[in-house]
């Protein structure tokens, strides 16, 4: 690199650094133009809620990020849309169909026991590789930041090889206030309680990227980034923005700080 003083990134395939990207629809072609700027940057690719099964050139677009290096999955919501209508074992043919060996369990539309998500999560677990959602889609419903940490520990116990923080799209819901403020108190508890590395937050905004950059350095695992803010996530993963322009140099361009 041609910089000094930039901080060292994960590469891939990494275990850290880890950058989630939502697609909510995107063309083979866009998803093709996404790889061609960005697939060194992106580890995981979610096709966004049940949007796979309304997408044409559906197999096209999977393949496209797959031959970039890119896991691609689909979003919890399927799976519980599956689970729903206890068609779970549909849900694993729609998996194999399309050759895919990521998959995500989540319960934040339906109510289900967590013994029972912990069940699916180890079945899972054995042929494929298992990202498991922790908290609601709904915002008045408050999680305890004690239970959050619990789900999350027997999920990672159950087999999920990473546990996601749940703010959907949005990122007004889970780890986040309404207004989309981290909730601190919970993201301290599940700091102090849990290994972060295993954990993705959820962070489409910029000043929760911000957020977490700051609190746990640039290899934090992040998701649900737009597709259109990818590069724009990593220059701040690099202190090549504004906002975390300082982070990463040294204490002797202090003095270059704007008063």
């Known amino acids: 690199m041609i910089l000094k003083h930039l901080p060292e990134r994960t590469k891939k395939i990494r275990k850290t650094g880890i950058?989630?990207?939502?697609?909510?629809?995107l063309s083979p072609i866009e998803?093709?133009?996404?790889?061609?700027?960005?697939?060194?940057?992106?580890?995981?690719?979610?096709?966004?809620?049940?949007?796979?099964?309304?997408t044409q050139n559906l197999e096209k677009k999977i393949q496209i990020y797959k031959e970039a290096g890119v896991k691609v999955y689909f979003g919890g919501t399927l799976f519980e849309a599956f689970v729903i209508r206890k068609q779970f074992s549909d849900f694993i043919k729609w998996v194999k169909k399309y050759k895919i060996d990521t998959v995500e369990v989540s319960d934040g539309s339906i109510a289900l026991e967590h013994e029972k998500k912990c069940e699916y999560i180890s079945i899972l677990a054995k042929d494929y590789l298992v990202l498991s959602e922790v908290g609601s889609k709904d915002e008045s419903?408050?999680?305890?930041?004690?239970?959050?940490?619990?789900e999350m520990k027997d999920e990672l116990d159950a087999g999920s090889t990473y546990?996601?923080?749940?703010?959907?799209?949005?990122?007004?819901?889970?780890?986040?206030?309404?207004s989309g403020n981290a909730r601190v108190m919970l993201i301290e508890k599940i700091k102090k309680e849990l290994p972060v590395d295993k954990i993705i937050f959820e962070a489409p905004q910029k000043n929760q990227q911000v957020y977490f950059i700051k609190e746990f350095g640039t290899n934090v695992n992040l998701g649900n980034v737009a597709y259109q803010d990818v590069i724009a996530l990593e220059t701040l993963r690099l202190g090549l923005r504004g906002d975390t322009f300082f982070d990463f140099l040294p204490e002797n361009y202090e003095e270059y700080k704007q008063k």
């Open 141 to 150: 419903i408050i999680v305890r930041p004690n239970l959050w940490v619990k």
């Open 31 to 54: 998803a093709e133009g996404l790889m061609e700027v960005a697939s060194d940057l992106i580890d995981f690719v979610k096709l966004g809620f049940g949007t796979s099964i309304v």
């Open 19 to 25: 950058t989630m990207v939502m697609d909510k629809g």
């Open 163 to 178: 546990v996601i923080g749940e703010a959907r799209e949005s990122g007004n819901v889970g780890i986040y206030t309404k």
